[in-house]
Every structure is written in structure tokens, then in C-alpha cells.
């Protein structure tokens, strides 16, 4: 299974939001399976996507699109950090 982790800062949460969400379609169109949106304990516009792909290949070539620089533009995202994972193992504990 492939996974893509990405941490950014947003200037406001609620304004990326909206366009995170307008942007699913195009998300599942570009292979995205599933996601998790998860913030910081004490900076909530300090964003955790971790998403499922179908490949590393789909997923990099879109985060890597003029379209999504742009949309990352439009949704007040600084600095994003990318890191396309493999998965090694997984379980429940219980």
C-alpha cells in the first residue's frame, strides 16, 4: 500500500479546508484512495494530510502539477513537506 504524508502550515484553517474539499474529485480522479486530516495539538492551522494511493507515481505526479501549486496558492499553504511512504506492516493492538 502506497501512503503520502504531508505537513504544511496554513494561514487559515477553515479557508484551506474549503478548498481541500472542493478538491476532492480531482483528488480521487488522481488516485487518492482515502484520507486523514489531522492538526497540531497547540496550532490548529499546523496541517497533517495523510493520505492512500493507488501508486507513488500518480500521487507525486499530482501534488507536483502546476494545478496543485496553484491550489496550494489559493488555500494559503506555506512550505509544505512531502513524504511518499510504502507500507512496511501494519496491526491492532488490544
Same mark, same amino acid.
Given at each position: ?19 481541500? #474539499? ?20 497547540? #496550532? ?12 507513488? #507515481? ?37
Amino acid at each position: 500500500m502506497q501512503f503520502v504524508l504531508i505537513i504544511h502550515d496554513v494561514a487559515d484553517y477553515g479557508a484551506w479546508k474549503g478548498v481541500f #474539499d472542493d478538491a476532492a474529485s480531482i483528488r480521487r480522479e488522481a488516485g487518492e484512495i482515502s484520507y486523514q486530516v489531522l492538526c497540531d495539538e497547540t #496550532d490548529p492551522n499546523k496541517v497533517v494530510h495523510f493520505s492512500h494511493w493507488r501508486s507513488l #507515481d500518480e500521487a507525486r505526479a499530482f501534488f507536483e502539477s502546476e494545478r496543485l501549486v496553484e491550489i496550494r496558492r489559493q488555500a494559503g499553504v506555506a512550505a509544505p513537506e512531502f513524504l511518499y511512504l510504502h507500507q512496511r506492516d501494519s496491526g491492532v493492538l488490544s
